[in-house]
């Protein structure tokens, strides 16, 4: 079984932009074939949890038996003509992936026409596919249409530019979920919903750029799959996710800067911070309209106007939420995403010397905590905006500490993130009571439902102080707790 690296980029689009996209690429001889391809796995989805997949494509009469490993840009693939319909799991990896004994069952399939087109471009041989089909598991079945570009020879920044220029013809999205991911989440019944971030698996012997790829990885597939959901489904949980995803994201560029400082990184920050920017709006409005509806539960008479206040906070989330998905429908979105990749795989920061990973995560969650010690000194004495960097310099050690927890003995980084968490999450709480007053101002209410406003605002500041010693006693938690990293 052959062993190679596919190096690829994968876009999103709708068939009626597949047209303009081989209009725009340059010309070659084309070739259409139908494959079909049929995915397996254990009964209980060893392949999938260990990110591997597993399929068998037919096309034209003849099988190949395929094996993919890793995530990004660059991918290991094993293939194998074989001759029957059934893999077998003594090609390549698959014996030392399958667990002993382990029985393989055919998962779903993917039927697609594909057009394809082999050329030159900039100094790389770049193979072009135009996929339209479908993923299918017996009972449902889910429609895909795709653009992939695999580099055959050259530089790796070929693909990328080239990226950049078919998006100018038609509206393409980069995606890290390949079909087998479609299927997968098809079989599970979950073929449109918010995304959380996957937890980052780093072994002993990363490096502290392998570790950063990896991180980076991660943050770009929850923005690509939960953009595609606000694109599709505009709703609060697409909002947060997408937005907890970006802010993960810049918060590893923060811990990784002193590795990653290169003249990229100015650009891609900038990039990051107005996607997690432009949703702020909706998210905040999500979180005070939560606030509302629980508070109205627990209330034995609710203010006159709630009634009115409810319906004008749905209608104003609403809007919210179109704006929310015509960010992730826009070009800008569309380019960051392109970049962002491109300098995560391609930048010159990669160029560094070689650091252990559990080096430099010791050393940047030390300097994190110390940022969180100092800051928290006098909690309960600080004014509204010492509590805000107190919560964003939380929120950074937290999203770092759960980056490295694989570094660390679990028990341990899990005890640690919790401690970490319970104080964000109470910070959290006193910036919502600060930031309510300008938020309720900028609805523009009618008078009851401004009443009703006024008065669950009320409430809320009436909390103030316990919330402030919960936060004290959640700090002191925190500083009495063992470090995993020290």
């Known amino acids: 079984m052959t062993a190679d690296r596919e190096v690829e980029l994968k876009f999103l689009c709708t068939p009626a932009d597949l047209a303009a996209v081989l209009a725009a690429a340059p010309s070659g001889d084309d070739e259409s074939r139908e494959l079909i391809s049929v995915y397996f796995d254990t009964p209980d989805l060893a392949l999938q949890k260990a990110g591997v997949s597993l399929r068998v494509r037919e096309s034209q009469g003849a099988r190949v038996q395929t094996v993919k490993l890793g995530e990004g840009l660059s991918r290991e693939e094993h293939e194998a003509p074989i ?50 089909g479908e993923v299918s598991d017996g009972t449902g079945r889910s429609p895909i249409c795709e653009v992939e570009l695999e580099l055959k ?120 911070k107005w996607l997690a920017g432009s949703l702020d709006e909706a998210r905040d409005l999500d979180v005070f309209a939560a606030g509302v509806s629980d508070q109205a539960r627990s209330l034995a008479s609710p203010p006159a106007g709630l009634e009115a206040l409810t319906a004008a906070l749905e209608a104003a989330r609403r809007r919210r939420w179109a704006r929310a998905a015509k ?76 980056a490295f927890a694989s570094l660390y003995r679990r028990k341990s980084a899990d005890r640690f993130i919790g401690r970490v968490k319970d104080l964000q999450t109470t910070l959290g709480d006193l910036n919502d009571l600060a930031v309510a007053g300008a938020l309720v101002g900028s609805l523009k209410l009618e008078p009851d439902a401004a009443f009703a406003a006024g008065e669950m605002v009320g409430l809320r500041m009436a909390a103030k102080d316990h919330l402030i010693a919960k936060a004290e006693k959640a700090f002191r938690r ?4 063992d470090t995993p990293f020290t």
Do not use: C
């Not at 959901?229 to 994201?249: D, I, S, W, Y």
């Not at 560029?253 to 990229?264: A, I, Y």
């Not at 925190?478 to 707790?481: F, H, I, M, T, W």
């Open 83 to 132: 001759a029957g319909e059934e893999p077998d799991p003594e090609l390549g990896p698959l014996k030392t992936l399958l667990p002993e004994g382990g029985r393989l069952d055919p998962a779903f399939n993917v039927r697609v026409t594909r057009r394809q087109r082999t050329f030159h471009y900039r100094g790389a041989e770049i193979e072009l596919a135009l996929d339209q």
């Open 327 to 402: 960010t992730a429908s826009s070009p800008r979105f569309r380019a960051l995403m392109i970049d962002v990749a491109a300098w995560v795989e391609t930048g010159s920061w990669l160029s560094v010397s070689p650091t252990p990973a559990k080096a430099f995560a010791a050393h940047a969650l030390e300097a994190r905590l110390r940022k969180v010690h100092k800051l928290g000194k006098h909690l309960g004495k600080a004014d509204d905006a010492a509590r805000h960097r107190l919560r964003i310099e939380a929120k950074k050690l937290r999203y770092a500490a759960e």
């Open 153 to 272: 020879s050259g530089p790796p920044e070929a693909l990328f530019a080239l990226g950049r220029e078919l998006s100018k013809a038609a509206p393409l999205y980069l995606s890290f979920d390949g079909k087998a991911s479609r299927g997968q989440a098809l079989v599970a019944g979950a073929t449109l919903q918010a995304r959380r971030g996957d937890e980052v698996t780093l072994t002993s012997r990363a490096t502290a750029a392998e570790a950063f790829q990896a991180i980076a990885r991660n943050g770009l597939g929850q923005i690509a799959s939960n953009a595609a959901t606000l694109r599709a489904e505009p709703g609060p949980e697409p909002v947060h996710q997408l937005r907890v995803a970006a802010r993960r994201l810049r918060s590893a560029l923060s811990t990784f800067k002193p590795l990653v400082d290169d003249g990229g990184l100015s650009p891609v920050k900038g990039d990051l």
């Open 478 to 481: 925190l500083v009495d707790v």
